[in-house]
């Protein structure tokens, strides 16, 4: 039956990457583009005075200078302005008014015939403001930190788990313990498509709009709320979207400015962001954390306790799973922990691969090092004697964990048995060298989505839901889940998606797509099965008349019996009988709740790293590295490999290298660019292993995936900060470990 | 209270600077452009030619996602203008392919499934021509500080050496 | 981006000619950074003079046994170049270091002298910049300083105060191999040892050399000696490739009879200009190789450093990259 899922497969849509012919938002044109060219705040806080509108009106070429004092009038409910992904507050409004709410903010656009009359104009805009003290630093506010607002969002991440056991005896009770605090920076996705938005102004006054996204209904949602249009005249297409993790889960600015830019002109306009813009919008939140984990004398995991703090906004209280992990990951019988929030006057986090879990789970799984470490324990036997075959706080078994094994050939591909344990025990002269690693998880989640499946005229099947491809091979896979449903040759079939036209999906991120779409797509082509079933029942001379559907396969393109696979109809045959039309099935596939609530779903991974260490510079190179996964079946292990692999190298670049950082005088990021917010470079990354652990789970959704796009970064941090452990004897607990923490 | 203001930057906006006939060789076709001095090739490229295989990724040569061929040569076309390069010989990613099919790098990059979201990837496969013009690189780790002006946000490094690798013929091991 | 005009001059006096009229004109070359610097409207020259097409390109040997480097020769030909592989290995090696291989390609010779600090606040016109806004303060220097100035800095007078670095591999080599720059300005021809050309910022940190209006590089000497048998760059970043230097070293040394003849020390990353101490390379000379004290002479060309909060640790991690640097070119490291 499956003739394509499972298989290594190369991606549908390469040949469009390789060629260039893949476009993206900004590079689709219309008669009469203008081009709109953002200008930000240079305070954090404020009120704008004066802006030179008349003096940049004057430059030949200008359209218009959109600002404050010439916004027309919009939907005046926060409500109107949530998008899928908003956190409980109320959402950022461009142009709303002359208040500056964070530094960067979008204050006006400035609307040319060309794109470089923009640019010039913006360069012209003077801005008077009132300046107020502004406060941006987490570090000297921790006190302020209380608990998160609830809200829609919320539903879909937990709180803190409620305490179990008794924390404080445990601990002071315990024989072996840790404490630490662990400092994150700020990071922003930097996704190397910029954001941009084409807005293309029909004849009719309807709106195209081809948007950088991760979720073309949701942008359609936001701009028929927010402009208060019909959703029917708004329609936005995203086929290709260069890279988002999690960036694309909100509407960002620029699609605002277009819209309405492209509403009040009455003509097509399109609004890029440039690189220092990148980083006036969400980012991952700083976060400091504090964990103190307690041992028995036998290293039984006894007392976990884990505090966070994260900054969020003024205006929206965005907040992330950190410390629910430790319950998915060890049976301690003692556990504590919280979560709170301090509101700056900076803009609101936003969800950036592995949201909460490669912020917590590091922490943990570095303490977990640290305690393994002072008991005198190997790492992988501390997590082995400490290992949980259920979530603690929800009291559920796992659908399925394969973590032991992951365990077992993870160490087995690197060699973990020739480790020496101590650490600054193997050195090549100046360079010291670490084998460290850690755990990683993530939750296996499956949300509500439709598809549609079409038989064309001449025997091609069509696929179609408004989901997103952001680099992750929804396209791919799709393709193949569709084939095999309906026993097509893969190169009759064709899926497609970014629209927001089609059949409706969720945003695409935190690791779910392949589970929801995927199900929608095959629950789709299974329903446009039985409806070919039944047409050919009807065919003259059926050999399927009296046949029960469960007694027939698709193969080949054909139906045919199970029994006497001879005994078969085309479906081009079938599609002929219906009078020249394609046939179609819309459906919706929804996770089966019931089945689901009663178990703890999640993938794992068990991350090895090695590193060396100069001595005397503090440079850390990860030389290799292999990380076992254990995601459920695995659809395409080309595709899958590759979303491993670019996790790992994520969680190099976030363990070594990156960071945001912001000048409190000013209230302003200040590496603002890809020359020194530093992400990882070819020259970063050597060998890299991936394993995938085989894993059968009925349970987490019928095609027992669970979603690659995080599990691949989770544990990897810790891993290589655990692996500069042991070469250094150093446990750096502030993200990133630049060269200057281990002078 | 205090108050800020945006630097002066040009006493009297109200011309523009003049456009001009430039000639372009793109990909072996001659184009002629009216173009004023501050087009980037960059966006000569892309706004001016809709060429838009040549990738905008932060527009100050701190990413190569719009890496070109300028006389055989990899460069960023972002920190070029339009008007300097005419008479050169522009190749970018729309003219790799011949008429025989894909450039076998693009076939490598396919096969090695060298890409995640294909952003940068026109950028990546140009900056390796580039790179087997050059004849610099030996070894892997040659190619990889030699790839390193070309970053993959999406992190498909390893699968980006195997397929230059493979057809440059350089030994994984040595 | 501001507008401007555009003219390329055929030959050096005319280009000379124009910039001599033009006010508010710059020549570009590479553009690699002027480009970038204005499209963030840091720089806002009126007019351009393309310069590529003067015939600059070359590299050829002096009479004196060095090796005059084109000014229009790009990074990449100067560092891939036969002789300056086999004779002034440090400067191919500090050019290498740079940037990628697409800058590289585009970058000459005469504009990587030019190439302005990567101080975030220089970059950033929505923050004071006594380089780029005289007069208008210094961010840096109460605030995030990771990559500044250790050495040379101008901290006294908020209005004059800058502490950025000049951000140049090559111009670290050439300080080394004291190279000279050839100048051709309206008075005609002149020459500019490195060690001059490039000025600490003092009460005028705007300005970066000492190069007048008007005048162009038409070539960089490099003297006869190349240091081909002895020498190191040492570049230390915050990634693998493709980042500017926190610190690098360059050490040129000539050995005979495992006795140190001459040693030259330059560091990057640290000052307003590629930084050198007499007085610490002259500690080297007589010396032989295993008696020579790297640790006194690092800690020499330190003497007076001083770091500003973020920056503090490259005080400490100079020391030691003078200490390998030295003992690399010495040929006494130890197996790594």
Redesign the interface.
């Known amino acids: 039956m499956t003739k394509y899922i499972g298989k290594s497969m190369s991606r549908v849509d390469g040949v469009a990457k390789v060629t260039g012919k893949a476009k993206y938002a900004a590079e689709y044109s219309a008669p009469d583009l203008a081009y709109g060219y953002v200008v930000c705040s240079t305070i954090a806080k404020g009120k704008i005075t004066r802006i030179n509108t008349d003096e940049v009106l004057q430059i030949p070429g200008v359209i218009q200078l959109f600002t404050h004092e010439n916004r027309p009038r919009l939907a005046c409910f926060d409500l109107n302005y949530k998008d899928q992904d908003a956190p409980p507050g109320s959402p950022f409004r461009p142009l709303r008014d002359e208040k500056v709410v964070y530094n960067g903010q979008p204050i006006a656009l400035v609307v040319a015939e060309t794109f470089e009359i923009a640019r010039y104009a913006a360069s012209l805009v003077k801005v008077e403001y009132e300046q107020e003290d502004h406060d941006t630093a987490l570090e000297h506010n921790l006190h302020r930190g209380r608990g998160p607002k609830s809200g829609v969002a919320s539903l879909l991440k937990s709180p803190p788990p409620k305490p179990r056991g008794d924390f404080e005896k445990a601990f002071q009770a315990a024989p072996f313990k840790t404490t630490g605090q662990h400092i994150h920076s700020v990071e922003h996705h930097n996704p190397i498509e910029m954001f941009a938005s084409t807005v293309v102004y029909e004849k009719n006054g309807k709106l195209t709009i081809y948007d950088k996204t991760q979720g073309a209904p949701n942008s359609q949602m936001y701009v028929a709320q927010v402009f208060n249009l019909p959703f029917k005249d708004v329609r936005v297409i995203s086929p290709y979207v260069g890279g988002a993790f999690g960036s694309g889960l909100r509407p960002q600015y620029q699609l605002f400015l277009a819209v309405l830019a492209a509403l009040e002109l009455k003509r097509s306009v399109r609004v890029s962001l440039t690189r220092q813009q990148m980083f006036t919008f969400g980012h991952r939140p700083a976060t400091v954390q504090n964990l103190s984990l307690g041992a028995t004398a036998d290293g039984t995991l006894d007392a976990i306790r884990h505090d966070a703090i994260a900054e969020t906004s003024r205006f929206e209280d965005y907040f992330e799973i950190v410390v629910n992990w430790s319950g998915m990951l060890y049976p301690a019988e003692n556990t504590k922990s919280t979560y709170d929030l301090v509101p700056l006057d900076v803009f609101t986090p936003l969800d950036m691969r592995a949201p909460g879990g490669v912020t917590g789970v590091p922490a943990l799984e570095m303490e977990i090092d640290e305690l393994a470490h002072k008991i005198g324990m190997d790492p992988i036997e501390f997590r082995l004697k400490n290992y949980t075959e259920k979530d603690m706080d929800q009291d559920l078994p796992f659908s399925s964990k394969e973590l032991r094994e992951c365990f077992r050939q993870g160490a087995e591909r690197f060699g973990w048995s020739g480790r020496k344990p101590e650490p600054r025990s193997m050195r090549r002269g100046h360079t010291l060298i670490g084998w460290g690693m850690a755990t990683g998880i993530w939750e296996a989640s499956q949300g509500p989505a439709r598809a549609e499946a079409v038989l064309t005229v001449n025997g091609k099947l069509r696929v179609t839901s408004a989901t997103a491809d952001i680099g992750t091979g929804t396209y791919t896979i799709m393709t193949q889940i569709a084939a095999d449903t309906l026993g097509m040759p893969i190169e009759d079939v064709i899926f497609r998606l970014g629209d927001s036209d089609m059949p409706l999906a969720p945003i695409e991120g935190g690791s779910w797509t392949a589970a929801t779409v995927g199900t929608a797509v095959k629950v789709a082509c299974e329903d446009l099965g039985k409806k070919l079933f039944k047409m050919a029942q009807k065919m003259k001379n059926s050999p399927f008349a009296d046949v029960k559907q469960d007694d027939i396969t698709f193969a080949d393109a054909h139906i045919r019996l199970k029994s006497d696979p001879s005994v078969a109809v085309s479906l081009l045959d079938i599609v002929g009988t219906n009078g020249g039309r394609a046939v179609s099935e819309t459906s919706t596939s929804l996770p089966s709740m019931l089945e689901q609530r009663k178990y703890a779903r999640a993938a794992h991974s068990a991350v090895f790293v090695e590193v060396e260490v100069d001595e005397d510079f503090g440079t850390v190179r990860v030389t290799r590295a292999v990380t076992a996964v254990a995601g459920g079946r695995i659809l395409n292990p080309k595709t899958a490999r590759s979303q491993i692999v670019g996790g790992m190298v994520w969680g190099i670049s976030k363990a070594l290298e990156e960071e945001s950082v912001m000048d409190h005088q000013f209230g302003r990021f200040m590496n603002h660019n890809l020359s020194e917010y530093h992400v990882a470079v070819h020259a970063d990354i050597r060998e890299l292993d991936v394993i995938f652990v085989e894993e059968n789970d009925t349970i987490v959704n019928p095609l027992g995936v669970k979603g690659l796009g995080e599990i691949g970064i989770v544990g990897m941090p810790a891993a290589v900060a655990n692996a500069i452990f042991h070469a250094t004897g150093k446990r750096v607990r502030s993200l990133p470990i630049t060269l200057d923490k281990l002078l | 209270m205090r108050t800020t203001l945006s630097p002066e930057t040009d006493a009297s906006p109200t011309t523009l600077p003049e456009k001009t006939t430039i000639q372009l060789t793109i990909n072996g076709s001659v184009h002629h452009l009216e173009l004023a001095p501050w087009t980037s090739l960059l966006d000569a490229l892309r706004e001016y030619l809709h060429l838009t295989g040549t990738k905008k990724g932060c527009d100050h040569g701190q990413c190569g996602a719009c890496t070109v061929l300028v006389d055989g040569k990899r460069i960023n076309s972002c920190l070029t203008l339009a008007i300097m390069k005419e008479g050169a010989e522009i190749t970018t990613i729309e003219g790799l392919a011949g008429e025989n099919g894909l450039h076998p790098l693009q076939t490598a990059f396919i096969e090695h499934d060298a890409y995640q979201c294909g952003y940068c990837t026109p950028g990546q496969i140009c900056s390796a021509v580039g790179l087997m013009n050059e004849g610099r690189a030996k070894t892997t780790d040659d190619i990889r500080e030699l790839m390193s002006g070309n970053i993959c946000r999406c992190g498909a490094y390893p699968h980006i050496v195997d397929a230059i690798q493979e057809v440059m013929k350089i030994d994984p091991k040595a | 981006?501001?507008?401007?005009?555009?003219s390329r001059p055929g030959n050096v006096d005319t280009a000379v000619g124009e910039l001599t009229r033009h006010e508010g004109a710059k020549f570009?070359a590479?553009?690699?950074n002027l480009?970038?610097l204005m499209?963030?409207?840091v720089e806002?020259p009126n007019h351009?003079i393309?310069i590529?097409h003067l015939a600059l390109k070359t590299i050829e040997d002096t009479e004196d046994g060095g090796l005059r480097l084109g000014a229009l020769a790009t990074n990449?030909d100067t560092a891939?170049n036969d002789k300056v592989e086999s004779r002034y290995p440090l400067l191919s090696q500090a050019i290498l270091a740079g940037?990628?291989?697409?800058?590289r390609?585009?970058a000459t010779n005469g504009g990587n002298l030019f190439q302005r600090t990567?101080c975030?606040?220089f970059?950033?016109?929505?923050?004071p910049c006594n380089k780029r806004?005289p007069g208008s303060g210094c961010?840096a220097f109460?605030?995030?300083n990771?990559?500044h100035a250790i050495l040379g800095t101008s901290d006294e007078n908020p209005e004059t105060r800058c502490i950025a670095t000049h951000p140049s591999d090559m111009a670290v080599a050439l300080a080394a191999l004291e190279a000279i720059i050839r100048v051709t300005g309206p008075n005609g021809e002149r020459t500019v040892p490195i060690a001059d050309f490039h000025r600490l910022p003092g009460n005028e940190p705007w300005l970066d050399t000492t190069i007048q209006p008007g005048e162009l590089v038409t070539a960089i000497d490099l003297p006869a000696k190349g240091f081909p048998d002895y020498y190191a760059y040492i570049k230390?970043r915050?990634?693998?490739?493709?980042?500017?230097a926190?610190v690098s070293v360059a050490v040129g040394l000539e050995i005979e009879n495992n006795q140190i003849t001459d040693a030259r020390i330059a560091l990057g990353g640290v000052a307003h200009k590629p930084w050198r101490k007499p007085e610490a390379e002259a500690m080297l000379v007589g010396k032989t190789v295993t008696e020579a004290d790297f640790q006194s002479v690092a800690e020499t060309i330190l003497s007076g450093a001083k770091g500003y909060g973020h920056n503090t640790?490259k005080i400490?991690?100079a020391k030691?990259?003078i200490?390998?640097a030295l003992q690399r070119a010495a040929k006494t490291?130890?197996?790594?």
């Open positions: 981006m501001n507008r401007f005009s555009y570009i590479g553009g690699t480009l970038d499209k963030e409207n806002r351009l393309d590529n990449a891939y940037a990628s291989a697409q800058l390609n585009m990567r975030y606040y970059y950033d016109t929505g923050t806004e961010g109460n605030g995030f990771r990559i230390l915050d990634r693998q490739s493709y980042a500017f926190l640790f400490e991690l030691r990259a200490v390998r490291e130890t197996e790594s």
